[in-house]
């Protein structure tokens, strides 16, 4: 509609390292447009009354079938918007640090069609291999963020990025 503001969905995702420090991510794609593919952090859409945590505990689990009982401190927020089948979207995401020595999966997932339509495969990533990439990776800037979590660098406070 003209002159309305689009609501934002909040979501939570999940930078999860193995005990390899590899990071889990997925590669989904749109199905309206499969040349538009990316990686992202696991994670998705927050429900009514969940917490953050919550949120991303549950969306790892739900795509992944991982199922981890400790998140970490958040690392960063991202703001965006993008078009996904043919809609505007914009979402604000929680990005928490999680670590896991288990990464078998505990649980069945649960994609929903629209998940099961977009996603693609998840793979454990060095961080070698996430800056080579030449693929889009969500946020842009995980190369540099991840590598500066790894050598210790990163801000005690969480980050604000938009894209």
Not at 45 to 59: H, Y
Not at 111 to 135: F, T, Y
Request: proline share 6%; aromatic share 6%.
């Amino acid at each position: 509609m003209i002159g309305r503001e689009r609501a934002i969905r909040i979501g939570a995702r999940i930078l999860l390292l193995n005990v390899v420090d590899e990071v889990l991510l997925i590669h989904a794609r749109d199905p309206d447009d499969p040349s538009h593919h990316w990686w992202e952090l696991p994670g998705g859409g927050q429900e009514p009354g969940e917490e953050l945590e919550d949120t991303a505990r549950r969306e790892i689990a739900e795509e992944t079938g991982l199922v981890i009982d400790e998140l970490g401190r958040k690392l960063w927020t991202r703001e965006s918007r993008f078009t996904y089948r043919g809609r505007e979207h914009q979402r604000l995401d929680h990005v928490y640090l999680a670590r896991t020595d288990d990464t078998s999966p505990r649980i069945a997932t649960q994609h929903s069609a629209n998940e099961r339509a977009g996603l693609i495969e998840h793979r454990w990533w060095p961080a070698a291999a996430v800056s080579a990439c030449h693929d889009k990776l969500l946020p842009a800037e995980l190369p540099d963020l991840l590598l500066a979590l790894l050598e210790g660098r990163f801000p005690a406070t969480p980050l604000a990025l938009t894209a």
